[in-house]
T-cell receptor, first 107, second 113 residues
Framework: KNEVEQSPQNLTAQEGEFITINCSYS?????LHWLQQHPGGGIVSLFM???GKKKHGRLIATINIQEKHSSLHITASHPRDSAVYICAVRRGNQFYFGTGTSLTVIP | DAGVIQSPRHEVTEMGQEVTLRCKPISGHDYLFWYRQTMMRGLELLIYFNNNVPIDDSGMPEDRFSAKMPNASFSTLKIQPSEPRDSAVYFCASSRDRNTEAFFGQGTRLTVV
């Protein structure tokens, strides 16, 4: 069983749609990260959360520690948002990764 | 700062050869991470350093893998001898501390034939 589960695995949306990607984890954590990996392979760290909510541009990340759940929202989605989004959690010295959500935004 | 710099970007080598991957973290970052990404297993943390000291290497798959950080601006990940199943993209990342976001290098795509 994976310590980190993401859903959906694949997502196709029309440009402009509101998108939600979910991450559930089964261990107590110190922090949760959302990563973005573009088709070229580069990885960018979007957010690091330990509680509450963070916003950066059209991206919003929330975390509910009690429910062991985080969501990444993209408002007014754009084709350039097409990427794989990876949820990762840290527990002490251990890091656990989700398998990623592949997002395609169609013009 | 130029960001995290990895070299080479691509490496093709024959089975049994030694492979050395290099990473230059962002100046002032005290943490350095080595990750491996494959289609089968996704992203995995191999090892990470704090102030040049290895903190957790439990993700290192076998004794064939070793990592060093001789100073704050340089780290290597070595595979000796390499095997085809080591083929993957290897990422290096650095962060200012454990509670801040990490910045990733562009990765090294390793192919062992």
């Amino acid at each position: 069983k994976n310590e980190v589960e993401q859903s959906p695995q694949n997502l196709t949306a029309q440009e402009g749609e509101f998108i939600t990607i979910n991450c559930s984890y089964s261990v107590g954590i110190s922090a949760l990260h959302w990563l973005q990996q573009h088709p070229g392979g580069g990885i960018v760290s979007l957010f690091m959360l330990s509680s509450g909510k963070k916003k950066h541009g059209r991206l919003i990340a929330t975390i509910n520690i009690q429910e062991k759940h985080s969501s990444l929202h993209i408002t007014a989605s754009h084709p350039r948002d097409s990427a794989v989004y990876i949820c990762a959690v840290r527990r002490g010295n251990q890091f656990y990764f989700g398998t990623g959500t592949s997002l395609t935004v169609i013009p | 700062d130029a960001g995290v710099i990895q070299s080479p970007r691509h490496e093709v080598t024959e089975m049994g050869q030694e492979v050395t991957l290099r990473c230059k973290p962002i100046s002032g970052h005290d943490y350095l991470f080595w990750y491996r990404q494959t289609m089968m297993r996704g992203l995995e943390l191999l090892i990470y350093f704090n102030n040049n000291v290895p903190i957790d290497d439990s993700g290192m798959p076998e004794d064939r893998f070793s990592a060093k950080m001789p100073n704050a601006s340089f780290s290597t990940l070595k595979i000796q001898p390499s095997e085809p199943r080591d083929s993957a993209v290897y990422f290096c990342a650095s962060s200012r501390d454990r509670n801040t976001e990490a910045f990733f290098g562009q990765g090294t795509r390793l192919t062992v034939v």
